[in-house]
């Protein structure tokens, strides 16, 4: 195809001027020949001069051809193909044809490019400059012969994020294919907020919204985390598709054990209904809860019936158990320190009568309960956190199988208490008990009480920095403050101490004094031995001395919270973890590792493990800090769920302490909770991009066809090259131009003009 | 063991027909340095009036105290007035008196506010039993000068002094002036208890073992209320409201509704 163009350099009105000249000289010349000849022989040489004229005019216009060759291009077509979890489920719900109901999402779209005797990947591979990519959380290319083995694997669907990358990779002449049930989990702001879409999409929806069947979990609200003894509400909509008239059951388990269950309703096709479970845990720790729904006959996704969900379950209160041997001033103000410290749950047991007591009414007209030993030792113990043996002998009330028991609760990370008196240590019977082992002094079966000697507590180098006896910040205002603490005027003797002594009891408060404080391990749970039953009147005393109780109250509650092994009072602390992080990406571990006196461990051997979701340990080197006491390390969890980190501190061979806490990696989509297909999203997509939705089940021996139309009715795919001739220098108009002018002499010379 | 423990031992055990009453007896005779104290009964000796109509009634509520309870007590009495340095050993105090008493100092009223406020506990006991008058005008003035903006109020019957061991329906001592206690509330606590009914009358008992005052119009059983009384108070101010704790209360509430 050639082209005529005029380049016309010289301005027009020049050559106007030029034109109307030679229409003059023509015009002379037709009047000066007609004298000499015929008219119609003048007629003929004026014309032939006058074409001569028109083509020297053509010619200053600056004459050329534009010479144009097309030639179709194979355009380039992104094939996407979605590979997320949610393609894996059932196509639709057509259980009246065989075999639909198992096939996935993508066996369908794999039927639809491999199967038949001119597949259509081959088609399109023909026709195209085919590029195919799976996508799922990411895009990545996949080779036409591996298409048969794709699996819906995807943990999300970044379907815009995708198409983002597949269109740059593309290029701005290609356009792309995408198979996919439009389950979006990534961004969808690109899709609202723009315009258009730089190449044109053709969607092509996989899965039947209309005939979707699915009940399923959603919307779970829960709390991470639980107190004990309180009342926690598991909220969630239960969502029901295509089930209208049925009544669904509801499930709500604990571990195994049946909770709660609840029948609901289902009153039309899109039902969606809130339901509330409630539940009280009685024990701490991390609890795992199940909700669930049995698989309905006809439902196509049996993954979103099962939600299942753990709760970190505290104490809101440390739960406090005295046994008193009797009343007295030091069960007084021991209950009135534990009573005031709103953190503190007490039940106590003291003992108004003893069995050679005789009482002069009857039993109805005393206030006095059966003490429940079966109740509280055999089933009540693990419910608190702290036992108190105040001034307490078993001998009277029962046997040493119930302190085997105290020693098992000890054992399995209980705290124990025993304060000194007439009944307690030696003279509780307790050197020939289960608890001789627990408690952490030494006894001999001889240790007295003794009474009447004034005794002043002196602090030892240990109990300077332990935190029961760390009244005040300060390390010497401490120290004056113990100086201060009113004289004791009981003391029960022990044999030696085997844990760490805080306190001594001397008569002057010299140091060699007996051990009055002395705290230690058993097994998870740790103890306490506090040799005197005068602890209140560090109390009393002190305010009869215009000082303050708050010593007293302080060492009370300091040890509380030290038995029940609070946070704050571990030698081993994990410290808080961030929120949950996405599989792949590295988890931020640090540990706080603290010696015996509370002081930081620079030289702590610090053993990392974290518990996976399956139950699987990983072990994870740890590494000092900067911050003295501190470790630290990375951990890159591979998979979802829920994982555990267990951390264990030794220094010089001193087990210190342990640790755990739980963290969630999760990725921040759920791939598997919904999978109704969205073919409202293609369409969407389809329209912005000037594209075309086409649904899986429309597709045929046609479609290709009308996508291939669409796109070379908006833009040819082809190559047009073309090429400038310019007239004015062509020998052909020259030559003829000489030929008119000879034609014309040669006339001349004939008719004798010249 | 003197005459006078013998002739008193011998008694009980002829009252009551129990060896162990003997027992016990014998056991609180013991000198006292040699077993554990846990409760002193402590009086205050003021100025004034008559701080010690009853000097008798200590004993026999102590012996009453460890023969039933649990707690080991001196037998005798401590006499200590407010300004004693150690009177915060003593954080069960008693009060008795007659008469008109010279009001206390400014100092003693800081004490016996400190004192009461921080966990100590008083029990007022009138021996006159003339509402109005002598003791109870003086304790009644200088209680209002400790607790400026606190009143007496009468002790509901289900207060926790009243359940502390016995559950006392009917409050004892020699006469009957008021079926109630009275008590000052701080809190959850009622850390002064009064009563008009001359509760140690009813306690005093002689060197021979013979009471020595009549309770009246209810006899022994007026007196033994007293001495459940005196027992529940002393095991109040040693348990504070322990009897209140939820474990105990359906079973006082069964025992009550029989």
Redesign the interface.
């Known amino acids: 195809m050639k082209d005529l163009f005029f380049i016309g350099t010289i301005p027009w009105w020049a050559i106007l001027l030029v034109a109307l000249g030679m229409a003059g000289v023509l015009a002379a010349q037709f009047l000066s020949l007609k004298q000499r000849l015929s008219k119609p022989r003048s007629s003929i040489l004026t014309l032939l001069r006058g074409l001569v004229y028109a083509l020297l005019i053509f010619f200053l216009l600056s004459p050329g051809l534009v010479e144009r060759r097309v030639t179709q291009l194979r355009r380039p077509l992104a094939l996407l193909l979605d590979t997320s979890q949610s393609m894996g489920f059932p196509t639709g719900a057509d259980s009246g044809q065989e075999g639909s109901k198992g096939r996935s999402r993508l066996d369908l779209v794999k039927e639809k490019l491999l199967s038949g005797k001119e597949p259509l990947i081959r088609t399109l591979a023909r026709d195209y400059d085919l590029r195919i990519y799976q996508f799922g959380a990411s895009l990545a290319p996949v080779a036409s012969d591996s298409l048969p083995q794709l699996a819906p694997q995807g943990r999300g669907t970044r379907l815009f994020e995708a198409l983002g990358e597949a269109a740059r990779q593309t290029g701005s002449q290609g356009a792309i294919l995408i198979f996919s049930d439009g389950i979006a989990n990534g961004e969808t702001k690109s899709l609202e907020e723009s315009a258009s879409f730089p190449l044109p999409v053709f969607p092509v929806a996989v899965g039947e919204s209309q005939k979707f069947t699915d009940i399923r979990l959603a919307d779970l609200r829960v709390p991470e985390f639980a107190f004990r003894g309180r009342e926690i509400k598991v909220d969630f909509a239960v969502e029901a598709f295509g089930f209208a008239g049925k009544t669904i059951p509801i499930y709500f388990n604990r571990g195994q054990n049946l909770l709660s269950s609840r029948n609901i309703t289902v009153d039309k096709d899109a039902f969606t209904q809130r339901v509330t479970f409630s539940t009280t845990p009685k024990e701490i720790g991390s609890q795992s809860f199940t909700l669930s729904i049995p698989l309905q006959p006809g439902e196509q996704i049996s993954q979103n019936n099962q939600q299942e969900f753990k709760v970190e379950v505290q104490r809101d209160k440390i739960r406090v158990l005295t046994l008193s ?5 030091n ?3 021991l ?2 320190a534990l ?1 005031q410290d709103p953190s503190i749950d ?9 069995p ?6 009857p039993d ?7 003490f429940p030993i079966d109740e509280l030792f055999l089933e009540e113990l693990k419910n608190f956190d702290i036992v108190i043996m105040d001034d307490f002998s078993y001998r009277s009330y029962f046997n040493t199988l119930y302190l085997e028991k105290v020693r098992d609760f000890v054992r399995d990370g209980g705290g124990l208490a025993m304060l000194g ?2 009944r307690a240590f030696d003279s509780g019977g307790y050197s020939d008990s289960p608890l001789r082992e627990v408690v952490p002094v030494e006894m001999n079966g001889k240790g007295i ?1 003794q ?2 000697n004034p005794l002043r507590a002196l602090l030892t180098a240990p109990g300077k920095a332990h935190p029961i006896t760390r009244l005040l910040p300060d390390a010497r205002a401490n120290e004056e403050a113990w100086k201060k603490m009113p004289l004791l005027t ?1 003391l029960n003797q022990i044999v030696r101490a085997r844990g760490e002594t805080l306190l001594t009891a001397g008569p002057d408060g010299a140091s060699g004094g007996s051990p009055l404080l002395t705290v230690g391990r058993y097994g998870k749970g740790r103890t306490l031995a506090l040799m005197s039953n005068d602890l ?2 560090w ?3 002190a ?4 000082e303050s ?1 708050q010593n007293h109250l302080k060492l009370i509650r300091q040890s509380v919270r030290w038995l029940a092994q609070e946070p704050s009072f571990e030698q081993v602390q994990i410290q808080p973890i961030g929120s949950s992080s996405a599989p792949g990406e590295k988890v931020e571990l640090k540990v706080r590792v603290l010696k015996d006196d509370f002081t930081p461990a620079a030289h702590a051997t610090v053993r990392l493990k974290v518990v996976g979701p399956e139950g699987e340990p990983i072990a994870v080197e740890s590494f000092p800090d900067a911050e003295e006491g501190d470790y630290r390390a990375e951990f890159t969890p591979t998979k979802e769920g829920s994982y555990r980190l267990e951390a264990a501190a030794q220094l010089a061979g001193k087990i210190l302490g342990k640790d755990r806490k739980s963290f969630r990696v999760a990725f921040p989509y759920g791939e598997l909770e919904d999978g109704r297909p969205r073919p409202e999203l293609l369409k969407k997509l389809a329209e912005k991009s000037h594209g075309e939705f086409i649904p899986i089940s429309d597709w045929n021996g046609k479609t290709l066809e009308q996508i291939a139309a669409k796109l070379n009715a908006q833009s040819p795919s082809e190559i047009v090259e073309s090429r400038q001739i310019q007239l004015w220098s062509s020998l052909w108009f020259f030559s003829l131009i000489l030929t008119l002018l000879c034609i014309e002499w040669w006339l001349r010379r004939k008719w004798g003009l010249v | 063991m003197n005459r006078r423990s013998f002739l008193r031992i011998l008694s009980y055990s002829l009252l009551t027909g129990s060896g162990l009453l003997a027992k016990k007896l014998a056991a609180a005779d013991e000198p006292e340095k040699a077993r554990p104290i846990q409760f002193v009964f402590a009086q205050i000796r003021y100025r004034g009036g008559d701080w010690n109509p009853h000097p008798l009634a200590t004993t026999p509520l102590m012996e009453e105290l460890m023969l039933r309870t649990s707690v080991e007590a001196a037998t005798g009495r401590q006499e200590i007035d407010l300004r004693n340095p150690n009177l915060f050993s003593f954080p069960f105090l008693y009060m008795a008196g007659k008469y008109d008493f010279e009001p206390f100092t400014k100092e003693e009223i800081e004490i016996l506010r400190r004192f009461l406020s921080y966990g100590g506990f008083l029990l007022a006991d009138d021996a006159l039993g003339q509402p109005g008058y002598g003791f109870d005008k003086s304790f009644r003035q200088e209680m209002k000068k400790i607790f400026p903006d606190k009143e007496f109020t009468r002790l509901p019957s289900g207060h926790a002094a009243l359940r502390s061991y016995y559950l006392l329906r009917r409050i004892g001592g020699t006469r009957m002036v008021h079926p109630y206690l009275e008590g000052i509330n701080l809190g959850n606590t009622t850390p002064v208890v009064y009563c008009q009914n001359d509760l140690g009358g009813a306690w005093e008992r002689d060197q021979l073992g013979n009471w020595v005052n009549p309770c009246t119009p209810g006899g022994d059983e007026q007196r033994r209320d007293a001495f459940h009384l005196g027992i529940n108070l002393i095991l109040y101010a040693m348990t504070e409201n322990y009897k209140e704790d939820l474990i105990h209360v359906p079973f006082i509430r069964r025992r009550l509704t029989r």
């Open positions: 041997g009797s009343p007295s001033w069960y007084r103000f209950r009135m009573k007490l039940v106590s047991f003291v003992f108004l009568r003893t050679t007591d005789s009482v002069d009414v109805s007209q005393l206030s006095l309960i059966p008196g007439a009480y009474t009447g009981t209140w009147r109390n009393f005393i305010v009869g001395g215009s109780p």
